[in-house]
């Protein structure tokens, strides 16, 4: 079976990307020790975009969506929530303590195919 990859891909305000980084650097270890878990990348826009990439790769389907309904999940985007309750505008995901930072996010999922890695 292969692997399945997961993008969460992020619009992010001018001058927010920093928050952004931060929020997730607090978060490390919430996805880490998670049954099928593989990798994670948080990928930074260089040229041509305001989106930001959340890259996580899985055993399957199933071990995401059982992370996707585990407590580390849920506590890691509880406050995210409902900071984007009370302010009404943007959503959940990037919100918490220190304002808004994304305004938007789409959820992209596809299977790996091919995987070729470098010689370290």
Same mark, same amino acid.
């Given at each position: 079976?292969?692997?399945?990859?997961?993008?969460?891909?992020?619009?992010?305000?001018?001058?927010?990307?920093?928050?952004?980084?931060?929020?997730?650097?607090?978060?490390?270890?919430?996805?880490?020790?998670?049954?099928?878990?593989?990798?994670?990348?948080?990928?930074?826009?260089?040229?041509?975009?305001?989106?930001?990439?959340?890259?996580?790769?899985?055993?399957?389907?199933?071990?995401?969506?059982?992370?996707?309904?585990?407590?580390?999940?849920? +506590? &890691? *985007?509880? =406050?995210?929530?409902?900071? $984007?309750?009370? /302010?009404?505008?943007?959503?959940? +995901? &990037? *919100?918490? =303590?220190?304002?808004?930072? $994304?305004?938007? /996010?789409?959820?992209?999922?596809?299977?790996?195919?091919?995987?070729?890695?470098?010689?370290?």
């Amino acid at each position: 079976m292969a692997s399945v990859v997961k993008f969460n891909v992020l619009t992010v305000p001018e001058g927010s990307g920093a928050t952004l980084e931060e929020r997730f650097a607090n978060r490390a270890g919430l996805v880490e020790g998670q049954p099928g878990f593989e990798e994670f990348q948080l990928l930074r826009p260089v040229e041509g975009t305001d989106r930001y990439i959340v890259y996580t790769r899985w055993k399957d389907e199933e071990s995401y969506q059982n992370w996707l309904q585990s407590r580390s999940f849920q +506590h &890691g *985007h509880a =406050q995210a929530a409902a900071e $984007a309750e009370k /302010s009404g505008h943007g959503h959940g +995901h &990037g *919100h918490g =303590q220190g304002g808004l930072a $994304a305004i938007d /996010s789409e959820q992209w999922g596809f299977e790996v195919v091919q995987h070729v890695t470098g010689e370290g």
